[in-house]
């Protein structure tokens, strides 16, 4: 099977599309025939050893191309949504006949279309909402994102998860006399649910001193998300109580996790959040609201501490799992077997292959 992933994988580390879409063509390549179709000129570390990439350039000749995927997949994948030059690449491929799907990464949930609102309503009017009525399939990547989604709706959709490399070190300690919280991710006040957790800590700072509860976040600027962060930390006087940092990745990023106690984040929505199942496999308990996607996850295991949006609500829960009410080694353990069991990229990458050939042989 030819299957042509689609993409702009750009240079950024903190981005989780940028990380995700490598690891989907190392994992396929041992299933099938793959090739990423990169519209940005950077070359993922080590991609050309797994598979083969190629960068749509200006004067690429998408019929002409010698490499058999690019020239005739059985499917293509488009990741993401909004980016022009995916109208003229599924529009050469629609005339051959080839199927394509979309994994929006979230792109179209509501919340992420009410965001700049104005510009994708006119973008999908346009250009893209073609472009998304013509899949032949939506891929989604938990229930919960496909839930988020009102638009679109007549188009065809399934639900894959990403995966994850697991790792061999695990969360052995926990502090008895204090609790380190941490965040690690994208700096999206809004999005990313900042204005709660801060809004949260400002509810119960004096608790927080008596009890040694400090939370430390670790990432990179999404607009004037980090501003908002400092302004807000400094407006409540809790320099003391949530650190700012800049952010960490790999080898730094998993120390750091490991020294912490709990995981937290608080988002409004996403697709499935890379930072939180990482942390899971490692062992960490993890502080998740419903639109991480993981709320229903860490209530039905026992995987992680799910809690509701509400400032106050996720104040008395820091306060609880700081005074032993939460078995931390036992959300621990517990967070790490799911983890094993439901997101290797192994069993992952081949479950998607069969969700291609299984949507193209009932076209």
């Known amino acids: 099977m030819n299957v042509l992933h689609v993409s702009s994988v750009r240079n950024r580390p903190q981005s989780g599309v940028a990380n995700v879409v490598p690891k989907y063509l190392e994992h396929q390549s041992r299933h099938a025939n793959v090739a990423l179709l990169n519209i940005d000129a950077y070359t993922p570390p080590g991609a050309e050893k797994s598979y083969p990439i190629f960068h749509y350039t200006k004067g690429f000749d998408l019929e002409q191309h010698s490499n058999p995927v690019v020239k005739s997949p059985d499917i293509v994948v488009f990741h993401e949504v909004y980016w022009p030059q995916f ?6 491929y629609r005339k051959k006949g080839i199927p394509y799907i979309i994994i929006p990464h979230v792109s179209l949930t509501d919340t992420a279309q009410n965001k700049k609102r104005l510009k994708k309503t006119v973008g999908n009017f346009l250009l893209f909402g073609s472009f998304i009525s013509n899949a032949l399939a939506i891929q989604f990547l938990s229930q919960s994102e496909k839930e988020q989604t009102s638009r679109f709706t007549h188009v065809k959709s399934f639900i894959r998860s990403n995966g994850i490399d697991i790792q ?11 609790l380190r919280l941490i965040y690690v991710g994208r700096y999206d006040y809004k999005i990313k649910g ?9 509810l119960i700072q004096t608790e927080m001193r008596q009890r040694d509860i400090r939370v430390a976040l ?44 709990c995981f937290i984040q608080l988002s409004r929505t996403e697709g499935q959040p890379l930072g939180i ?49 939460y078995d931390l080694e036992s959300i621990s ?8 069991t439901h997101y290797g990229w192994e069993s992952v990458s081949k479950l998607m292959i069969d969700d291609y050939e299984r949507l193209i042989n009932h076209a």
């Open 87 to 92: 109208i003229g690449i599924a529009k050469h």
């Open 168 to 178: 061999g070190r695990k969360k052995t300690h926990f502090n008895d006399d204090r």
């Open 194 to 202: 900042l204005d709660r957790l801060i809004e949260a800590v400002n």
């Open 218 to 261: 670790y990432g990179t600027d999404e607009g004037d998300s980090l501003v908002r962060i400092n302004e807000n930390i400094k407006r409540y006087s809790l320099e003391d109580l949530i650190h700012v940092n800049d952010g960490l990745f790999g080898e730094a990023k998993r120390e750091a996790i490991l020294s912490s106690d």
């Open 277 to 325: 199942m990482e942390a899971m496999d490692i062992g960490m308990p993890c502080i998740v609201t419903e639109g991480t996607t993981f709320h229903e996850v860490a209530r039905q295991f026992q995987a992680g501490i799910p809690v509701s949006d509400d400032a106050k609500a996720i104040g008395d829960t820091l306060l609880a799992i700081r005074d032993g009410a």
């Open 333 to 340: 353990q517990n967070a790490s077997d799911y983890t094993k």
